[in-house]
């Protein structure tokens, strides 16, 4: 069975710093793979997805995230962070033809001025 | 447009009395699903269904209960609330592809005194 893990629990940066957000999966078979944000007192919105082809996906608010096939990774970039993107954010997997997602446990991003 | 719809927003009940969180979507998804999600335990699927007359258990279903008569629906039913049951409950619909990820309702803040 496939499984999700976020690296870190939580993220703190500075206003305009760059950031990742870690995920490395774990399946056996060909994967979908995505993120998504959480904004306080909100719920999940889906930022970017993996489902094949260029291994670099960008998304909404500036996010990409790139796909590594032999690392078993789905890490999150963004260049330059602003305030507004304080939130939660989680990694999910789903198996090709599998219609149930594993989350993973979520990162907290926190942006300092 | 389409979306996804969760009522109540929050809700306070008492020990032992029977609770149920509706869910509506009108994406025409075959696929329903319901997480809770708590500090420290990420989203938790509790029950999800694959169309109308189907249910399934999730990791965590004890005291829980679901029901699919039509497609836009998903009614969860807390049979005997419990202080444990205090959590944000999330709902999420998806097609049979899989390749879109799960679309979320904004949530119901469930609290059992």
């Known amino acids: 069975a496939q499984s999700v893990t976020q690296l870190d629990s939580q993220v703190p940066v500075f206003e305009e710093a760059p950031v990742e957000l870690r995920c490395n999966y774990s399946s056996s078979v060909s994967v979908y793979l995505f993120w998504y944000v959480q904004y306080p007192n909100q719920g999940l919105q889906l930022l970017l997805k993996?489902?094949?082809?260029?291994?670099l996906v960008k998304g909404i608010n500036g996010f990409e995230a790139e796909f590594n096939k032999s690392q078993t990774s789905f890490h999150l970039r963004k260049p330059s962070v602003h305030i507004s993107d304080t939130a939660e954010y989680f990694c999910?997997?789903?198996?090709?033809?599998?219609?149930?997602?594993?989350f993973g446990q979520g990162t907290r991003l926190t942006i300092n001025p | 447009d389409a979306e996804i719809t969760q009522s109540p927003r929050h809700k306070i009940t008492e020990t032992g009395r029977q609770v149920t969180l509706a869910c509506h979507q009108t994406w025409n998804h075959n696929n329903m699903f319901w997480y809770r999600q708590d500090l420290g335990h990420g989203l938790r699927l509790i029950h999800y269904?694959?169309?109308?007359?189907?249910?399934n258990k999730g990791e965590v279903s004890d005291g829980y209960s679901v029901s699919r008569s039509n497609t836009e629906d998903l009614p969860l039913t807390l049979e005997s609330a419990a202080s444990s049951q205090t959590s944000v409950y999330f709902c999420?619909?998806?097609?049979?592809?899989?390749?879109?990820?799960?679309?979320f309702g904004s949530g119901t803040r469930l609290t059992v005194v």
């Open positions: 999910a997997v789903s198996e090709w033809g599998a219609q149930k997602l594993v």
């Open positions: 999420a619909s998806s097609d049979r592809t899989g390749q879109g990820g799960y679309t």
């Open positions: 993996y489902l094949s082809g260029s291994t």
């Open positions: 269904s694959y169309g109308v007359q189907d249910t």
